[in-house]
Nanobody
Framework: QVQLVESGGGLVQAGGSLRLSCVAS????????MGWFRQAPGKEREFVAA????????YYAESVKGRFTISRDNAKNTVFLHMNSLKPEDTAIYYC?????????????????WGQGTQVTVSS
């Protein structure tokens, strides 16, 4: 069993920055890809960013490319999402998830465990 705990969400003005963290328990973290997803009120959950097991490769949704950066620290079982130039449309609950494989995908069904989510609210 793997547990994921996100933190770092909050209220920020448009143009501001936040850094989300997700700490994982269990032995599979360093051999698994990780992803961040988000869900806004009344909308489907959507892919945001992913990183492979080593951190050498990353992938982003077009809507966040150039503004968000995903990174990981395998020694601390932690994945981060650095969010810059935030927009009101980035408002959502953000979830981290651990992939079933070392390499990432954008499909939520490929992720085995999920955190409880952290709220990000961007005011205009």
């Amino acid at each position: 069993q793997v547990q994921l705990v996100e933190s770092g969400g909050g209220l920020v003005q448009a143009g501001g920055s936040l850094r989300l963290s997700c700490v994982a328990s269990g032995r599979t973290f360093s051999s698994s890809a990780m992803g961040w997803f988000r869900q806004a009120p009344g909308k489907e959950r959507e892919f945001v960013a992913a990183i492979n097991w080593s951190g050498a490769r990353t992938y982003y949704a077009e809507s966040v490319k150039g503004r968000f950066t995903i990174s990981r620290d395998n020694a601390k079982n932690t994945v981060f999402l650095h969010m810059n130039s935030l927009k009101p449309e980035d408002t959502a609950i953000y979830y981290c998830a651990i992939h079933r494989d070392p390499n990432y995908s954008t499909k939520s069904d490929d992720y085995a465990y999920w955190g409880q989510g952290t709220q990000v609210t961007v005011s205009s």
